[in-house]
Protein backbone atom coordinates (compact mmCIF):
# COMPACT_ATOMS: atom_id res chain seq x y z
CA UNK A 1 0.00 0.00 0.00
CA UNK A 2 1.37 3.72 -0.87
CA UNK A 3 0.45 5.91 2.35
CA UNK A 4 1.02 9.70 2.51
CA UNK A 5 2.16 10.44 5.50
CA UNK A 6 2.50 13.73 6.77
CA UNK A 7 4.69 14.44 10.16
CA UNK A 8 3.10 17.32 11.91
CA UNK A 9 5.71 19.24 14.67
CA UNK A 10 6.02 22.50 16.20
CA UNK A 11 8.52 24.03 13.74
CA UNK A 12 8.38 21.79 10.52
CA UNK A 13 6.31 19.57 8.73
CA UNK A 14 7.68 16.19 7.04
CA UNK A 15 5.93 14.04 3.85
CA UNK A 16 6.64 10.80 2.11
CA UNK A 17 4.99 8.16 0.45
CA UNK A 18 6.07 5.18 2.74
CA UNK A 19 5.74 1.49 1.48
CA UNK A 20 6.29 -1.32 3.30
CA UNK A 21 8.81 1.42 5.57
CA UNK A 22 10.19 2.65 2.73
CA UNK A 23 10.11 5.98 2.08
CA UNK A 24 10.14 7.77 -1.05
CA UNK A 25 10.07 11.64 -2.40
CA UNK A 26 9.98 13.31 1.38
CA UNK A 27 9.70 16.86 1.61
CA UNK A 28 9.80 19.38 4.25
CA UNK A 29 8.61 22.69 5.56
CA UNK A 30 8.26 24.62 8.04
CA UNK A 31 4.80 24.51 10.46
CA UNK A 32 3.35 28.30 9.99
CA UNK A 33 3.80 30.93 12.51
CA UNK A 34 1.79 33.76 11.83
CA UNK A 35 -2.22 33.73 10.50
CA UNK A 36 -1.88 30.07 11.15
CA UNK A 37 -4.89 27.97 10.99
CA UNK A 38 -5.46 29.99 7.48
CA UNK A 39 -1.51 28.87 6.37
CA UNK A 40 -2.12 24.92 7.45
CA UNK A 41 -5.26 24.85 5.43
CA UNK A 42 -3.13 26.17 2.61
CA UNK A 43 0.04 23.92 3.53
CA UNK A 44 -1.97 20.61 3.47
CA UNK A 45 -3.55 21.96 -0.11
CA UNK A 46 0.06 22.19 -0.93
CA UNK A 47 1.19 18.72 0.10
CA UNK A 48 -1.89 17.38 -1.10
CA UNK A 49 -1.49 18.67 -4.39
CA UNK A 50 2.16 17.64 -4.90
CA UNK A 51 0.93 14.07 -4.10
CA UNK A 52 -2.16 13.65 -6.07
CA UNK A 53 -2.47 10.40 -7.71
CA UNK A 54 0.46 8.77 -5.93
CA UNK A 55 -1.09 7.44 -2.87
CA UNK A 56 -3.99 4.82 -1.89
CA UNK A 57 -4.65 6.27 2.12
CA UNK A 58 -3.08 9.34 3.79
CA UNK A 59 -2.32 9.20 7.25
CA UNK A 60 -0.96 12.55 9.98
CA UNK A 61 0.89 11.86 13.09
CA UNK A 62 0.81 15.65 14.72
CA UNK A 63 1.77 16.76 17.81
CA UNK A 64 -0.65 17.63 20.74
CA UNK A 65 -3.99 15.17 20.46
CA UNK A 66 -6.13 13.79 18.00
CA UNK A 67 -10.20 13.83 19.09
CA UNK A 68 -12.23 13.17 16.28
CA UNK A 69 -10.53 14.84 13.76
CA UNK A 70 -9.73 17.42 15.87
CA UNK A 71 -6.03 18.94 17.00
CA UNK A 72 -5.99 19.93 19.95
CA UNK A 73 -3.70 19.87 23.04
CA UNK A 74 -3.83 19.56 27.04
CA UNK A 75 -1.59 22.94 26.93
CA UNK A 76 -3.60 24.57 24.19
CA UNK A 77 -0.88 27.74 23.82
CA UNK A 78 1.59 25.26 22.57
CA UNK A 79 -0.10 24.77 19.23
CA UNK A 80 -0.90 28.54 18.97
CA UNK A 81 -3.24 28.85 16.07
CA UNK A 82 -3.75 25.31 15.82
CA UNK A 83 -5.52 24.88 18.81
CA UNK A 84 -8.85 22.99 17.54
CA UNK A 85 -7.54 23.33 14.24
CA UNK A 86 -10.00 20.72 12.03
CA UNK A 87 -7.20 18.59 10.82
CA UNK A 88 -9.19 15.40 9.16
CA UNK A 89 -11.85 18.11 7.24
CA UNK A 90 -8.69 20.12 6.14
CA UNK A 91 -7.24 17.03 4.48
CA UNK A 92 -10.70 15.20 3.28
CA UNK A 93 -11.39 18.98 0.90
CA UNK A 94 -8.54 17.44 -1.24
CA UNK A 95 -9.03 13.41 -1.17
CA UNK A 96 -11.50 10.64 -1.05
CA UNK A 97 -9.18 7.90 0.10
CA UNK A 98 -9.04 6.57 3.82
CA UNK A 99 -7.39 9.53 6.31
CA UNK A 100 -6.06 8.38 9.38
CA UNK A 101 -4.78 10.48 12.36
CA UNK A 102 -2.16 9.66 15.24
CA UNK A 103 -0.42 11.48 17.55
CA UNK A 104 3.57 11.72 16.78
CA UNK A 105 4.27 9.59 19.91
CA UNK A 106 1.84 7.18 19.14
CA UNK A 107 3.22 6.98 15.61
CA UNK A 108 6.64 6.48 17.30
CA UNK A 109 5.51 3.93 19.48
CA UNK A 110 4.35 1.94 16.08
CA UNK A 111 7.68 2.83 14.18
CA UNK A 112 9.36 1.32 17.13
CA UNK A 113 7.45 -1.82 17.90
CA UNK A 114 7.38 -3.24 14.39
CA UNK A 115 11.20 -3.86 14.96
CA UNK A 116 10.33 -6.23 17.68
CA UNK A 117 9.73 -9.82 18.37
CA UNK A 118 5.95 -9.29 18.36
CA UNK A 119 5.15 -13.18 19.55
CA UNK A 120 7.33 -12.34 22.86
CA UNK A 121 6.52 -8.35 23.23
CA UNK A 122 2.75 -7.73 23.42
CA UNK A 123 3.09 -4.68 25.80
CA UNK A 124 5.49 -2.23 24.82
CA UNK A 125 6.34 1.40 25.52
CA UNK A 126 8.22 3.80 24.20
CA UNK A 127 8.86 7.53 25.83
CA UNK A 128 10.53 10.47 24.36
CA UNK A 129 12.26 12.64 26.65
CA UNK A 130 13.09 15.99 24.79
CA UNK A 131 11.68 19.03 24.95
CA UNK A 132 8.57 17.72 26.75
CA UNK A 133 7.84 13.73 27.79
CA UNK A 134 5.62 11.86 26.02
CA UNK A 135 4.54 8.04 25.64
CA UNK A 136 3.33 5.46 23.09
CA UNK A 137 1.65 2.88 24.58
CA UNK A 138 1.19 -0.87 22.87
CA UNK A 139 -0.87 -3.17 24.70
CA UNK A 140 -1.93 -7.12 23.80
CA UNK A 141 -0.08 -6.16 20.39
CA UNK A 142 -2.27 -3.40 19.39
CA UNK A 143 -1.88 0.51 19.64
CA UNK A 144 -4.17 2.05 22.47
CA UNK A 145 -5.52 5.41 21.92
CA UNK A 146 -8.62 5.78 24.27
CA UNK A 147 -12.06 7.50 23.31
CA UNK A 148 -9.89 10.90 23.39
CA UNK A 149 -7.03 10.46 21.88
CA UNK A 150 -5.00 11.29 25.26
CA UNK A 151 -3.48 7.76 25.93
CA UNK A 152 0.28 7.89 26.60
CA UNK A 153 0.36 11.42 27.41
CA UNK A 154 2.46 9.70 30.60
CA UNK A 155 4.85 12.65 30.62
CA UNK A 156 1.27 14.30 32.82
CA UNK A 157 1.52 11.70 34.89
CA UNK A 158 2.85 12.50 38.81
CA UNK A 159 6.50 12.93 39.88
CA UNK A 160 6.75 15.35 42.79
CA UNK A 161 3.01 16.47 44.52
CA UNK A 162 5.80 19.62 45.67
CA UNK A 163 7.20 19.84 42.41
CA UNK A 164 7.41 22.91 39.97
CA UNK A 165 4.31 23.74 37.57
CA UNK A 166 3.92 22.13 34.31
CA UNK A 167 2.71 23.84 31.04
CA UNK A 168 -0.43 21.29 31.60
CA UNK A 169 -1.55 23.77 34.98
CA UNK A 170 -0.66 20.62 37.04
CA UNK A 171 2.03 20.55 39.94
CA UNK A 172 4.63 18.55 39.56
CA UNK A 173 4.45 16.63 36.27
CA UNK A 174 7.14 14.17 34.90
CA UNK A 175 7.49 16.84 32.02
CA UNK A 176 8.26 19.44 34.58
CA UNK A 177 10.88 17.64 36.15
CA UNK A 178 12.68 15.11 33.11
CA UNK A 179 12.41 17.02 30.21
CA UNK A 180 14.56 19.57 28.11
CA UNK A 181 12.42 22.65 29.10
CA UNK A 182 12.44 21.35 32.68
CA UNK A 183 16.55 20.76 32.58
CA UNK A 184 16.93 24.37 31.08
CA UNK A 185 14.56 25.83 33.60
CA UNK A 186 17.38 25.36 36.02
CA UNK A 187 20.69 25.39 34.20
CA UNK A 188 19.79 28.60 32.43
CA UNK A 189 19.84 30.10 36.15
CA UNK A 190 23.53 29.42 36.77
CA UNK A 191 26.49 31.65 36.38
CA UNK A 192 26.98 31.62 33.24
CA UNK A 193 23.77 30.62 32.08
CA UNK A 194 23.81 26.57 29.82
CA UNK A 195 21.40 25.24 27.92
CA UNK A 196 20.08 21.47 28.22
CA UNK A 197 23.41 20.37 25.59
CA UNK A 198 25.83 22.37 27.63
CA UNK A 199 24.22 20.99 30.91
CA UNK A 200 24.91 17.51 30.00
CA UNK A 201 28.20 18.40 28.91
CA UNK A 202 28.92 19.57 32.08
CA UNK A 203 27.32 16.52 33.57
CA UNK A 204 29.97 14.15 31.13
CA UNK A 205 32.70 16.40 32.68
CA UNK A 206 31.86 15.45 36.52
CA UNK A 207 30.56 18.50 37.41
CA UNK A 208 28.26 18.12 40.68
CA UNK A 209 25.43 20.52 40.30
CA UNK A 210 24.90 19.11 35.97
CA UNK A 211 25.24 15.54 37.72
CA UNK A 212 22.59 16.63 40.40
CA UNK A 213 20.48 17.79 37.52
CA UNK A 214 21.09 15.43 35.01
CA UNK A 215 20.38 12.34 37.36
CA UNK A 216 16.91 14.28 38.64
CA UNK A 217 15.76 13.95 35.13
CA UNK A 218 16.35 10.30 34.91
CA UNK A 219 15.28 9.16 38.19
CA UNK A 220 11.74 10.76 37.17
CA UNK A 221 11.91 8.89 34.22
CA UNK A 222 12.80 5.75 35.72
CA UNK A 223 9.91 5.90 38.28
CA UNK A 224 7.56 6.62 35.41
CA UNK A 225 8.81 3.34 34.12
CA UNK A 226 8.58 1.64 36.97
CA UNK A 227 4.74 2.79 37.13
CA UNK A 228 4.13 1.81 33.66
CA UNK A 229 5.58 -1.69 34.63
CA UNK A 230 3.58 -2.20 37.15
CA UNK A 231 0.38 -0.81 36.20
CA UNK A 232 0.30 -2.11 33.04
CA UNK A 233 2.50 -5.03 32.73
CA UNK A 234 4.74 -3.81 30.31
CA UNK A 235 7.80 -6.11 29.09
CA UNK A 236 10.14 -3.60 27.37
CA UNK A 237 10.42 0.35 27.31
CA UNK A 238 12.40 2.24 24.12
CA UNK A 239 13.75 5.38 25.25
CA UNK A 240 14.28 8.46 22.28
CA UNK A 241 13.89 12.05 22.16
CA UNK A 242 17.46 14.32 22.03
CA UNK A 243 17.10 13.71 26.28
CA UNK A 244 16.82 10.12 26.42
CA UNK A 245 18.95 9.29 23.75
CA UNK A 246 21.78 12.40 24.70
CA UNK A 247 25.34 9.99 26.11
CA UNK A 248 25.22 8.77 29.85
CA UNK A 249 21.35 8.89 29.95
CA UNK A 250 20.45 5.31 29.42
CA UNK A 251 22.52 4.24 32.00
CA UNK A 252 21.65 6.44 34.35
CA UNK A 253 17.65 5.57 34.24
CA UNK A 254 18.90 1.81 34.60
CA UNK A 255 20.65 2.33 37.54
CA UNK A 256 17.12 3.93 38.93
CA UNK A 257 15.30 1.26 37.59
CA UNK A 258 17.63 -1.74 39.00
CA UNK A 259 17.22 -0.53 42.77
CA UNK A 260 13.50 -1.11 42.22
CA UNK A 261 11.37 -4.75 42.98
CA UNK A 262 11.63 -6.90 40.36
CA UNK A 263 8.03 -6.25 39.17
CA UNK A 264 8.97 -2.81 38.96
CA UNK A 265 11.62 -3.54 36.08
CA UNK A 266 11.67 -4.18 32.81
CA UNK A 267 14.15 -3.88 29.44
CA UNK A 268 14.83 -0.55 28.39
CA UNK A 269 16.88 0.44 25.09
CA UNK A 270 17.54 3.04 23.03
CA UNK A 271 15.06 3.65 20.27
CA UNK A 272 16.59 2.83 16.92
CA UNK A 273 14.19 4.74 14.25
CA UNK A 274 15.36 8.82 13.91
CA UNK A 275 13.81 12.04 12.67
CA UNK A 276 11.26 9.46 10.48
CA UNK A 277 9.80 7.33 13.40
CA UNK A 278 6.49 9.32 12.49
CA UNK A 279 6.12 8.58 9.08
CA UNK A 280 7.38 5.08 9.02
CA UNK A 281 5.09 4.69 12.09
CA UNK A 282 1.84 6.04 11.28
CA UNK A 283 2.25 4.52 7.74
CA UNK A 284 2.68 0.95 9.85
CA UNK A 285 -0.45 1.72 11.65
CA UNK A 286 -2.93 3.37 8.79
CA UNK A 287 -1.95 -0.41 6.85
CA UNK A 288 -2.82 -3.04 10.20
CA UNK A 289 -6.08 -0.44 10.41
CA UNK A 290 -7.16 -0.87 6.63
CA UNK A 291 -6.54 -4.35 6.55
CA UNK A 292 -9.04 -4.73 9.70
CA UNK A 293 -11.43 -2.32 8.18
CA UNK A 294 -11.13 -0.13 11.40
CA UNK A 295 -11.12 3.39 9.17
Not at 227 to 235: C, K, R, T, V, Y
Request: with cysteine.
Amino acid sequence: MRCLALDIGGTKIASAIVTNSNIKNRRQVATPTTNVAVEMHNTIAEIMAYYAGQFDAVVVASTGIINNGILTALNPKNLGGLADFPLKNSIAQHTDKPIGLLNDVQAAVCAEYKEQDQNKIKNFVFITVSTGVGGGIILDGELSTGPNGVVGHIGHTLADPNGPICGCGRRGCVEAIAAGRAIEAVSSQWTPPCSPKEAFELFRKGDEKAIALIRRSASAIANLIADMAIGLDIQKVSLGGSVGLAEGYLPLVKEYLSTMPTFYQCEVESAVHGGDAGLIGAAYWIEKQLTKNLL
